[in-house]
Each structure stands twice: as structure tokens, then as C-alpha cells.
């Protein structure tokens, strides 16, 4: 039995799906259902005896501790998190208490529970804390990648909070013994994305005839990963992973904002043409920047190839086509997903496109 935290938001549901795929062992999956934990994404489990929900807060210790003694978790894999920049930047109290104070009532909760566990299954037992490369900061042009020595220099109230989390995870390793592994992933995409980041917004937008915003010049590169390809990692770094290290999860595509909005109206005009004949391209708006915008992010994964032989399965072309037709396929997934809550964040965001 594995405990899963944040398993119905978009990386953490795709991870709950993967590791059923391959494992029969059973999943509990513990998750707040905010705007982005959506029960829909693990529909396919209905009625499978293997997964088990609890809706609850990290943040909320007796439930931590009821859930741990009841189902005795070998491993807990820690999804839970507010995690976009942009909501961070608008509202951060949120993301102080999802990321720094639950991160620490987790760390507590796993760490009573371990303590109290017989000498094979505590040695036995690890903590997984999912994070990203936004911890360390932005990169110059021809800067080399991060890896997992960069110096931490988060700049938004986002990448600030998973920093702290981090820092928190690695603490409770050093000071309290607690048997910790964390993993720093680049930008995700894929199946389930809430469609407030910038792939899965693009498609939904371009269906709509609805602009698509790129902020500033468009010109921001990020690495991208492939959320399955993200998936195969965790499970390789919890199941073979060296205790108390990071290890840095990358899909070798550093592209450009724009650049990424041209390859889904690519895909779109090839696979769900508009009735007028133009390119979706025609429909893109730039907007202004948000504050404190970092031009670059790029993830050097060559630790985890190295030392636990994983890279990616998938190139950017073959995983950002899958994705493009898991949502032509999903339309009914995308209009309930696009909630009140989905409609007044857009407004905000981009009222002035």
C-alpha cells in the first residue's frame, strides 16, 4: 500500500493511473479537491478495490495520522501542492498554507508513524516529495541547465513556497533520520492538464475562437516533460532512488513560449481545421507580462539516467500530438473542468488581452 497526496490533480491523478497500470499494489489517495483535484481524472477506477480516496487537507493532522495507522503506507508520494505562478502572484496566502505548513504537517504526521514502525518496514519506507525546477530560480540565455546542485533563488510566491517546502523535506531528513527522496521535474504536459497553464489553455482557447494570450514577447523557454514520462520517473526514483537525495526530472525540450502556441495551432490546423480555412495562429494575442516572469528554465537530467538509468520515453513532437488528441477526444472533460472558478481566474488573468 502506497499513500498518494494531491492524487486527483493533473500530474498526481496521472501518476495514481499510471502506477495501477503496472502495479497491483493499492493506492490511497488523499486529495483537498480544490479548483484543480477533479475526481473526473480517475473515473477509469471506478469500482476498483486497488484505489481508495480520502478527500482531505494535508494540513489536517488527525486525518494524516488516522489514515496512516489504518492503512500502514509503505511509501508516501507527496503531489499536494498549490501550483501555479500566476494564482501564486494574485493570491499567495493560499500557497504559503498548502505548500509550507501541509508540507510540515505531512512531514510530522509520516514522521510519528514511522518512528513507530517495526525495524524491516521502517527501514523499508520512503517519502517522496514531488517539486519542480522553478525552485532554482531563472536562467541567462546560454546559462547551463539546472542540476541538482544550482543554488536555490525562487522569485515567485509559487516556486518561494516549494522551495521552502523542499528545504523543509531535506531538514526532516538530515535532523530526524526520516527516509526522504525529492524530485524537481520540469514543466509538465499531457492528459488532465487544467486548462489554466499554457498547452492545455491554448487548445481550449483555439477551439473556442477564443484568443490565445502569450505573455510579453512569448519568448520564455521552459524544458517540457511529458506527465507519463514524469510518471515512469517517480516510480524508478521511490522504487531504486539513494535516501535524502534530489534528483532532477527533465524532458530535454527547451522551447520557447511562442514557439510551443505554434506547434498546437499546427496540430489543431491539421487535425481539427477551422470552418474558415485560416490557421489557428490567427487567433494569437500577446498580452502583457506578468510580474517577475523568469526568461528560462532548463533541466539537466543526466543524474537520473545516470545513476538509475530513466530518460524520457517520449520527444516533444510525439507527446505534444498525443496530448492535442486526448482533448479533441475529452471535449466533455474540458466543460467540467471549466467551472466558475476556471471562468473568474481567465478574467482576471487576461481582461485586458
Not at 246 to 261: A, H, L, Q, S
Not at 323 to 352: F, I, K
Request: one cysteine or more.
Amino acid at each position: 500500500m502506497i499513500l498518494v497526496t494531491g492524487g486527483a490533480g493533473f500530474i498526481g491523478a496521472n501518476f495514481v493511473l499510471d502506477w495501477l497500470s503496472v502495479h497491483d499494489e493499492p493506492v490511497v489517495n488523499l486529495d483537498k479537491l480544490t479548483y484543480a483535484g477533479n475526481l473526473h481524472n480517475l473515473a477509469s477506477l471506478q469500482g476498483d478495490a486497488r484505489h481508495v480516496f480520502v478527500q482531505g487537507d494535508i494540513g489536517d493532522s488527525a486525518l494524516l495520522t488516522e489514515l496512516l495507522q489504518k492503512h500502514q503506507p509503505r511509501a508516501v508520494v507527496n503531489f499536494a501542492a498549490e501550483s501555479h505562478v500566476d494564482r501564486s502572484i494574485h493570491g499567495p496566502e493560499d500557497f504559503i498554507q498548502t505548500n509550507i505548513v501541509g508540507s510540515f504537517r505531512l512531514l510530522e504526521a509520516v514522521r510519528a508513524y514511522w518512528n513507530g514502525l517495526d525495524a524491516t518496514p521502517k527501514q523499508d519506507f520512503r517519502f517522496l516529495h514531488v517539486s519542480t525546477d522553478e525552485v532554482y530560480g531563472s536562467l541567462d540565455a546560454q546559462a547551463p541547465a539546472f542540476t541538482e546542485e544550482h543554488l536555490y533563488q525562487p522569485n515567485s510566491p509559487y516556486s518561494a513556497s516549494k522551495a521552502a517546502s523542499d528545504h523543509l523535506v531535506r531538514a526532516w531528513h538530515h535532523t530526524y533520520g526520516l527516509p526522504v527522496l525529492t524530485t524537481n521535474c520540469s514543466n509538465n504536459y499531457g492528459p488532465l492538464h487544467f486548462p489554466e497553464k499554457l498547452i492545455p489553455l491554448m487548445i481550449v482557447n483555439a477551439l473556442a475562437g477564443k484568443p490565445l494570450p502569450i505573455y510579453g514577447d512569448g519568448m520564455q523557454v521552459r524544458d517540457w516533460l511529458y506527465v507519463k514520462d514524469h510518471c515512469s520517473a517517480i516510480r524508478r526514483v521511490l522504487e531504486a532512488g539513494r535516501l535524502g537525495e534530489t534528483y532532477n526530472v527533465g524532458g530535454w525540450n527547451e522551447k520557447p513560449n511562442v514557439d510551443i502556441v505554434h506547434h498546437v495551432c499546427s496540430l489543431l490546423d491539421e487535425l481539427r481545421p477551422r470552418a474558415d480555412g485560416q490557421s489557428y495562429r490567427e487567433q494569437i494575442s500577446y498580452v502583457k507580462d506578468r510580474p517577475g516572469h523568469d526568461r528560462r528554465y532548463a533541466i539537466d537530467a543526466r543524474k537520473l539516467e545516470r545513476e538509475l538509468g530513466w530518460k524520457p520515453a517520449e520527444t516533444f513532437e510525439s507527446g505534444i500530438r498525443k496530448t492535442v488528441q486526448w482533448y479533441l477526444e475529452n471535449p466533455q472533460w474540458v466543460a467540467q473542468v471549466q467551472s466558475g472558478a476556471y471562468r473568474d481566474w481567465v478574467q482576471t488573468q487576461y481582461a485586458n488581452a
